[in-house]
C-alpha cells in the first residue's frame, strides 16, 4: 500500500457510443484517476456536440469500492443531473455492494443495472442481442 | 493453569517414566481388556494392545518431561491422537463425556497393580511417591481425554450450525428474471448476512431483475435483523435489481415502526404471490386465466 506509482496512472477512457458515454471501470482506482474521471466526464457531456444521451459505467472488473471512489460516483451522477444526463451504474458485484451498504452509501438518486446491456435498455437504446427465442417465432 | 507441582521429585517422576517403559507390553496387555480399549477395538485385540501400547509410552514421555499436571505437555499429543479418535467413536455411541472419563479412570487400576509388584516391601516410602505420581499423571490423562471429546463435540455443533445455515436459506428462481427467499424461522445476525450473499449471488447467477424476500415464516425481528433487512435491499438496488419484502406479520410491522426503521424507500407486498404479481406485471407479463375445455363447450 506504500509504495504509490511514481508516475501518474494511466487516466480511465471514456468511450462514446453513439451519444451514450461508455466508462468501465478495472481493478484497483487510484484517487487521482478517479477524480480525473469525474472532471472528464462532466467535461464531455458539457462540450458534446450532440445531447448526451446517458452515462454507463461498468463496475464489473472492480473488486473493491471504497468511500471515496462511492462518492465520486454519487458526484458524477449528481453533475451529470445538473448537466441534464442520467447516470446508470452497471455489473455492481454483491462483494463491492455489501461493502458500500456497509459503508452506509446506498447510492440515491442512482440507477443501477446488472450489466451494459441493461444499462443500455434502460436509456432507451434497444438491446444488442436478439432473443433465440424471437428467431424461433419468426422461423 | 499450569501449576508446578512441588514435591514433584524429578527421581520419581523418572522411576515412573521407566517403568511405564519398562512395563508398556504388559501395561498395554492389560488395557486391551479395559472397557474403553477392548469396547472401540472389537476388531481385534491386538490393535488395542497396539494401542494402549502407543498411550503408555506416550505417559512415559511426559513422565520423563516431569510435567505431569500440564495438558500441555508435548507427550500428551501421542495421546490426544489416539484417544481422540477412541473417544469420538464412544460418543458417536451415545456415550456422555463423564462415562468415558469413568472409563479412562479404570485403566489407573492395572497399571497400579503392576507398580505395586514391581516393590517386595508393601510399606515402601518409594512405592508410595511412585503411586502418588502415577495417580497425577492418569488424572491429567483424563482430562486431556475429557478435552479431546468436548473439542469433538464442539467441532461437531460449529459444523452443524454451518451446515444449517446453508440449508436454511435456499434461493429460489420463481420466473425467468425473478429470485426469491422464502425464509422460515427466526433470523439472526449472521443468517441474515447469509440470506443477504446468497440472495446476491442468485441475482447475479440468474440475471434476475427482481428478487423477493418473503418473511411470512418470520415471527419476530429484532432491530439488527430489520437493518440487514434494509441493508439487502439496498445492496440488490445497487446492483440493478428490485427487492420486494413481502409477508410482513403484523407483529413485525410493528416492531419495525416502533423502532423507528423507514421502509418508505422498500417495496412492500402482503404475500409472496402479491410480490410475484408484481414483478410478472413490471416485466410486462400479463398471467390470465386460460379457458378450459369444458368453459368452452358451455
Known amino acids: 500500500m506504500t509504495d504509490f506509482p511514481a508516475v501518474h ?4 477512457p471514456v468511450l462514446a457510443l453513439g451519444d451514450i458515454l461508455l466508462v468501465t471501470l478495472r481493478g484497483d482506482l487510484y484517487d487521482g484517476a478517479a477524480e480525473q474521471l469525474q472532471y472528464d466526464i462532466t467535461q464531455r457531456i458539457a462540450n458534446s456536440p450532440v445531447p448526451v444521451g446517458g ?4 463496475l464489473s472488473g472492480v473488486e473493491i469500492v471504497d468511500s471515496f471512489l462511492g462518492r465520486i460516483l454519487a458526484e458524477i451522477a449528481a453533475s451529470a443531473r445538473l448537466l441534464a444526463t442520467r447516470t446508470i451504474l452497471a455489473g455492481m458485484r454483491p462483494a463491492v455492494a455489501i461493502t458500500l451498504v456497509e459503508l452506509g452509501l446506498t447510492l440515491p438518486g442512482l440507477d443501477t443495472a446488472l450489466d451494459i446491456d441493461r444499462a443500455l435498455a434502460l436509456l432507451g437504446r434497444a438491446p444488442s442481442v436478439v432473443r433465440p427465442a424471437t428467431a424461433e417465432e419468426g422461423a | 493453569m499450569y501449576v508446578v507441582e ?5 527421581e520419581v517422576a523418572e522411576q515412573l517414566s521407566e517403568f511405564l517403559k519398562r512395563r508398556r507390553e504388559q501395561i498395554a496387555h492389560r488395557w486391551a481388556d479395559a472397557a474403553l480399549f477392548s469396547n472401540v477395538f472389537t476388531v481385534s485385540r491386538d490393535e488395542a494392545v497396539e494401542a494402549g501400547r ?23 499429543d501421542m495421546v490426544r491422537d489416539q484417544l481422540g479418535r477412541m473417544t469420538s467413536a464412544r460418543t458417536q455411541s451415545g456415550y456422555t463425556p463423564s ?4 472409563e479412562v479412570a479404570g485403566l489407573r487400576a492395572p497399571v497400579a497393580a503392576l507398580l505395586r509388584a514391581e516393590f517386595d516391601d508393601p510399606a515402601d516410602e518409594g512405592m508410595h511417591a511412585c503411586l502418588v505420581q502415577l495417580t497425577v499423571l492418569m488424572g491429567t490423562l483424563r482430562l486431556v481425554v475429557m478435552e479431546t471429546t468436548i473439542n469433538a463435540g464442539e467441532e461437531l455443533i460449529a459444523r452443524q450450525r454451518q451446515q444449517l445455515l446453508e440449508v436454511a436459506t435456499p434461493v429460489i428462481e420463481l420466473w425467468e428474471g425473478v429470485v426469491a427467499v422464502p425464509l422460515i424461522g427466526t433470523l439472526d445476525s449472521s443468517r441474515s448476512q447469509i440470506v443477504m450473499e446468497s440472495l446476491l449471488e442468485a441475482i447475479v447467477e440468474r440475471r434476475a ?6 418473511i411470512t415464516g418470520v415471527p419476530t425481528v429484532d432491530s439488527l435483523v430489520a437493518q440487514h433487512l434494509m441493508k439487502t435491499v439496498a445492496a440488490a438496488r445497487l446492483m440493478g435489481a428490485e427487492c420486494i419484502v413481502s409477508g410482513i406479520r403484523p407483529a413485525i410491522a410493528q416492531t419495525i415502526v ?3 426503521i423507514d421502509l418508505g424507500s422498500i417495496l412492500t407486498r402482503a404475500g409472496l404471490a402479491d410480490a410475484l404479481a408484481y414483478a410478472l406485471t413490471q416485466q410486462g407479463i400479463a398471467v390470465s386465466a386460460r379457458p378450459t375445455a369444458g368453459a368452452d363447450s358451455r
Open chain 1, 9 to 12: 496512472p494511466e487516466p480511465v
Open chain 1, 55 to 58: 452515462v454507463v459505467i461498468d
Open chain 2, 6 to 10: 512441588q514435591d514433584t521429585a524429578p
Open chain 2, 54 to 76: 502407543a498411550v503408555a509410552e506416550a505417559l512415559a514421555e511426559v513422565a520423563r518431561s516431569g510435567r505431569l499436571e500440564d495438558i500441555e505437555a508435548p507427550g500428551f
Open chain 2, 99 to 102: 462415562q468415558i472419563a469413568r
Open chain 2, 209 to 214: 431483475r427482481y428478487a423477493i424476500l418473503d
Open chain 2, 258 to 260: 416502533h423502532l423507528g
